[in-house]
């Protein structure tokens, strides 16, 4: 079994959170609030905030979901670099740097904006996934890492 203790996880975790708010800035400084523009027929760059959680869950709670989101993510960020400085697995550490970047880019925006700025939206038809950014796909990249390691053995193990 091949374990990794390096800080090089955290790079790419900076990385993810470096290029999500340079994103995020560049949307927020070039395009108004509610800006929508068609790159095909199923995917727009957009311009919208996201006061809640994934799928735009607690959007509409009044403000008091700003803090909890962002004490949630805070909290998830220290136990991530909790389990990255402890020997993992490459897909294990891969998985907890891809969350760390991601969860810390939303926090930020939480932090300081007081929501969160998505510009990615995927559509069919009248259909529209919730906007999205790159800090939630690096959650759900890292998040499907998890489900695969735990699928795979460590070697030596039946």
Avoid: C
């Avoid at 108004?32 to 790159?39: F, K, Q």
């Avoid at 803090?67 to 670099?81: C, D, P, Q, S, T």
């Avoid at 695969?148 to 460590?154: D, G, T």
Wanted: charged fraction near 10%.
């Amino acid at each position: 079994m091949h374990y990794t203790h390096s800080t090089h996880w955290y790079y790419l975790a900076f990385v993810v959170f470096a290029s999500d708010q340079a994103i995020k800035s560049y949307i927020d400084m070039t395009t108004p609030l509610g800006w929508s523009h068609e790159v095909t027929s199923f995917f727009n760059l957009v311009h919208v905030l996201n006061p809640g959680a994934a799928f735009s869950f607690l959007a509409r709670a009044g403000g008091w979901q700003r803090w909890l989101l962002l004490a949630v993510a805070v909290g998830a960020a220290i136990w991530l670099v909790w389990l990255l400085a402890r020997p993992a697995r490459r897909l294990e550490a891969l998985a907890y740097s891809l969350i760390l970047g991601g969860a810390v880019g939303n926090a930020f925006d939480r932090a300081i904006r007081g929501q969160v700025i998505d510009y990615l939206d995927f559509h069919l038809r009248q259909w529209h996934w919730p906007a999205f950014n790159v800090a939630d796909m690096a959650i759900v990249g890292g998040a499907i890492s998890l489900i695969v390691a735990s699928f795979s053995r460590p070697a030596g193990q039946q």
